[in-house]
């Protein structure tokens, strides 16, 4: 990571909820209660905020998306500048119930979204008459502001990154549900026990969110550029056939001959073969003059006409 403890303490990570709205279950995380305000411990922020980063590059690495999930106000920009960057979706303005658990119908009114957008940009909308147009027109503004950020999301997400997962409890509920990992900003009135990667900090800055959003920005980056392509093989490039090595050696490879042996026996030996080789030849040449000659003689017995008895 590119930040230090120091500048998480200068964005005001360490600030948490008043005693009256803490959970029990975020004490691991408190360093101390002061004023009647509870304290978070950066350096355990610190060493989360780095797996939570190693869990994101390993995941995106894999060609995964991510869901982000953020619809209190001081996250809504911030969400929105990361998925602009990333490419990634998102949600901000309201989850919808079963957008995970039900997302066989959630698909279907986004393929029927995505054909109203075309039919508004090739102009086919407007050929229609006026009830249907703004029957149309009424049911894309509901889809706009509940599928804003859905229309590039394809499938079920690898992860979800949330901010605030006491405020986003349906979306973390659907997700565990799921067994979908949930990487999360979490303050002291949050159970960070229901997370697989909590991040203790404050969720209600938005310079607090920034420097976190910022983190998950670079671990996505890095984990793209790990994306391993499958190789394509290309017909037009033919392979090299490597040479033994001792060619390119001086001389050549010394060959011991086992006892016994000489080498004359193997010229010697190189002679007859070549003779029997010649002779093989001259009888195979025997052999075809003779059967030419047969069907010669055959050919011109059955020319002749037959005598007369």
């Known amino acids: ?4 403890v120091k500048d998480l303490l200068d964005a005001g990570v360490h600030f948490g909820h008043q005693l009256r709205r803490w959970n029990p279950k975020s004490k691991p995380y408190v360093f101390d209660n002061r004023h009647g305000i509870s304290i978070i411990d950066l350096e355990k922020t ?6 939570a980063s190693k869990a994101i590059e390993e995941i995106i690495s894999q060609g995964k998306q991510i869901l982000l999930v953020g619809t209190k106000r001081q996250a809504e920009e911030p969400i929105r500048q990361l998925a602009a960057a990333t490419n990634m979706p998102f949600c901000v303005n309201r989850w919808m119930g079963g957008t995970l658990t039900n997302f ?16 508004e940009e090739d102009g086919s909308l407007d050929k229609m008459h006026g009830k249907e ?3 149309i027109k009424r049911q894309m503004s509901r889809m706009q502001r509940n599928f804003e950020g859905l229309l590039n999301l394809q499938g079920i997400p690898g992860a979800l ?8 409890a349906i979306a973390v509920a659907e997700a565990n549900r799921l067994k979908i990992p949930v990487i999360a900003l979490v303050d ?20 607090s969110i920034s420097i976190i959003v910022d983190v998950v920005l670079d671990a996505i980056q890095t984990g793209a550029s790990k994306r391993v392509e499958a190789p394509t093989k290309r017909k037009d490039i033919t392979p090299i056939t490597q040479e033994p090595d001792f060619v390119d050696q001086e001389g050549e490879p010394e060959v011991t001959l086992p006892e016994g042996y000489d080498e004359n026996d193997f010229d010697e030996k190189k002679e007859s073969v070549s003779e029997i080789k010649d002779e ?20 011109e017995s059955e020319s002749k006409p037959k005598e007369e008895k």
């Open 188 to 207: 002291s009135n949050s159970d960070p026990s229901i997370l697989s990667h909590p991040i203790p900090g404050n969720d209600d800055s938005t310079k």
């Open 280 to 299: 093989v030849k001259e009888v195979a040449k025997t052999e075809v003059v003779k059967e030419d000659k047969v069907a010669l003689d055959s050919a």
């Open 46 to 51: 610190y060493d989360l905020l780095e797996g």
């Open 161 to 168: 990154f949330v901010i605030d997962s006491h405020n986003e």
């Open 1 to 4: 990571m590119n930040i230090t």
């Open 104 to 119: 066989q119908t959630v698909s279907t009114s986004l393929t029927k979204y995505k054909s109203f957008l075309r039919m």
């Open 133 to 135: 147009i703004a029957a």
